[in-house]
């Protein structure tokens, strides 16, 4: 027996248990959350035995599914299957979900209300890493994918699915991968669907109803390394001015100046399907963005759940300096992350950044982050298969068009869909979202159901 094989084996061992013992979709869920495909930045930490393992569990939980469609696993670890439909002069249509989720961060482990990789079922809540980002979205699409085999469903229009396998780490052995090979094929799809999106029940912008959120775009992501160099020595003669003070001062320069808010062409839109529903005074407000966006996009700003909505944000993320404590270090480095509203580019980002630097002994550096998906097709296109399919399981949801604050594996796909969407149909509230990549990440039973629902409908209604 070959030293892979040992590695292997209990995590083979764990996906036959979970497998026989899980029987509704609540349940498989869970299981496939003890399944620890945790991606880190060091890729020498990544046990990728877990990943193997959690194909064979989808494999063996969802059989219709790898049996009548066609699967090809690309770069080893990620997955790429195909539904043929029998018209082939439409064309394809693609849904997407990642199978990697974060790690716990250390000493947060007891914090959990129960442990982040056992996908325990109670209380009506599915508990874990994955949750709700984004093992939730992959098992409900296949979850659908096989119901709607069992009842014999054929679909007019190809229908391709791509999982990847490092999402949280950009993608760029997974999704990147999955998109040359789709090249290689010589696909093109009108359009597809990405996570992001959710159905929201307390909504500060909608108080009393439930508010279905579609991302018909996504802010860009951007890094900047910032290094300061400088003297130094022992600490009991330290220079005027050491690199940790100068670095410092640089940060505080840019958290001082945030980028000026303003409203964008998604965020205009998601005010403007909210305006009918609003009472007097925003009711108008909202119906007259063209002399009122100014204002509206400053008292959005003033709010932190609603600020990244109207601006490309800042935030301050990593600092490293120094290795003992009476030692002047010549050498601080710190990293400021960067979401970019649709319009604004890396470019000027950077340039921006380093006017209110303005310091010669502060270099800036950063990787260019490509592709930013544009604006989709709204209301028509994709979209409107999306908010039937929503209206369809939630009648009473008030469906938006909205802008996603992260970022997804869908700019690996840019050249090669139409319109691009972001939306897996779970219903959850403000305070539970901020779990995601955070502690006690759970989704409530009913509500992962409902999103199988909306993924069918989906499917259903795409495929015509």
Known sequence: MSRSTVV????????????????????????????????????????????????????????????RLEVETVNEYSLLLHWRGGKSSLAPILFTAHMDVVPVEPGTEQDWQ??????????????????????????????ATEQLLAEGFA??????????????ISGRKGATAIAARMRELGLHFAWM???????????????????AMVNIAEKGYLTLTLEATGEGGHSSNPPAVSTIGRLSNALARIEANPFTPRLVPPVEAMLEALAPHMAQPERLVFENLWLTGGL???????????????????????????VKENVVPQRALARVNFRLLPGDSPDMVVNHIREIVADPLVAISYEQW?????????????????????????PEA??????????????????????????????????????????????DVQSYEKSIEIARKMIELGAR
């Open 296 to 322: 509206v996009a400053r008292k959005m700003a003033g709010a932190r759940v609603t600020s990244p909505f109207v601006r490309t944000t800042t935030a301050l993320t990593m600092f490293n300096a120094g």
């Open 114 to 143: 129960h442990p982040a990789f056992e996908g325990v079922v109670a209380q009506g809540r599915i508990y874990g890493r994955g949750t709700l980002d984004d093992k939730v979205g992959l098992m409900g699409l296949l979850e």
């Open 8 to 67: 292997l084996l209990p995590a083979l061992l764990l996906a036959m248990w979970v497998g026989a013992v899980a029987a509704s979709p609540a349940e498989r869920l869970g299981a496939a959350v003890r399944f620890k495909t945790v991606s880190y930045q060091d890729y020498s930490q990544i046990d990728y035995a877990e990943f193997e393992a959690f194909q064979q569990f989808l494999r063996e939980t969802f059989p219709r599914v790898f049996s």
């Open 398 to 443: 008030v469906v938006v068009p909205s802008l996603l604050m992260a970022v997804t594996d869908t700019r690996h796909y840019v050249d090669l869909v139409d319109s691009q969407y972001r939306f897996h149909g779970v219903e959850v509230a403000t305070d539970q979202a901020t779990s995601i990549h955070g502690t006690d990440e759970y989704v």
């Open 370 to 394: 490509d592709d930013m998906p544009p604006v989709a097709e709204y209301p028509a296109g994709g979209y409107a298969v999306i908010r039937s399919a929503i209206e369809s399981i939630y």
């Open 193 to 211: 669907v990405d996570e992001g999106g959710m159905l929201v029940s307390d909504n500060p912008l909608l108080s009393g109803q439930t508010l």
């Open 155 to 168: 679909p007019d229009r190809d229908i391709y699915f791509a999982f990847g396998h490092d999402e949280e």
